[in-house]
């Protein structure tokens, strides 16, 4: 299935004195982009057809990829000053670069890259900004046994702030952690039905214009996972994110050897 990436956002949150020329995709986890790490974990599982809906710092992230290194990420073998790449990372990626605008909204994004899914009938959908292990080939498997003409990943609450039960009087009754609720969020994963664009308006959103309604409808199909779930909408979040990938922390990458393969 083709993958559609919204990463045309100011990335307010992640923004600062330092990276305020870098689009929030772009900023580094490891040697690598943000981005690539969501491109790379659909690319494990077979999808490699992407469709990038380009807005804010779009120069930044065409350069990127029109000037790719793949040695920076790939072994390789250097003889008589040529290259031999041992493996490659993009080679059999297609990636279509559409401006979507600067100030639109992501179901708005969405509409304006409709023409390049090719009338695919269900298609994958990122915010460009989330790292998960989630196993995309059951979220898909059960997105279609469901029925639902659309599906989000859900995870636990990650708020560290605790809720409290208070009397008018003001008496403390309870104090709940949040993370312990009976609640999910929006996990930022999509998969998604062209029947979703018959509910888009112009200058839509996919959650409040698609998702709500078809909940109500009973069409909305919610994929629980409680594994490795890390956002990276702030610079307090990417920076976690990276200096766990120096530890060599990293649970989202599943297209790494495990241990047993490499010993192998």
Known sequence: MKVVLFCGGYGMRMRNDRNDAIPKPMQMV????????VMHYYAHFGHKEFILCLGYGAEAIKDFFLDYREAESNDFVLHANKIELLHSDISDWSITFVDTGLESAIGERLR?????LGGDEHF???YADVLTDA???????????????ASMLVVPPQSSFHCVNVADNGEVKEIIPVSRLPVWENGGYFVLSDEIFDYLPAGGDLVADV???????????????EGFWKPADTFKERAELDANYSRGIRPWMVWEPSPEEHSA
Request: aromatic letters at 8%.
């Open 30 to 37: 490891g040697p690598r982009p943000l981005l690539w790490h």
């Open 112 to 116: 304006r890259v409709r023409q390049h």
């Open 124 to 126: 994958l959908a990122n």
């Open 135 to 149: 196993p995309l080939d059951d979220v898909v498997a059960k997105f279609h046994e469901s029925g639902a003409a």
């Open 211 to 225: 998702c709500e309604p078809l909940a109500g409808e009973g069409r909305l199909f919610g994929y629980r996972h």
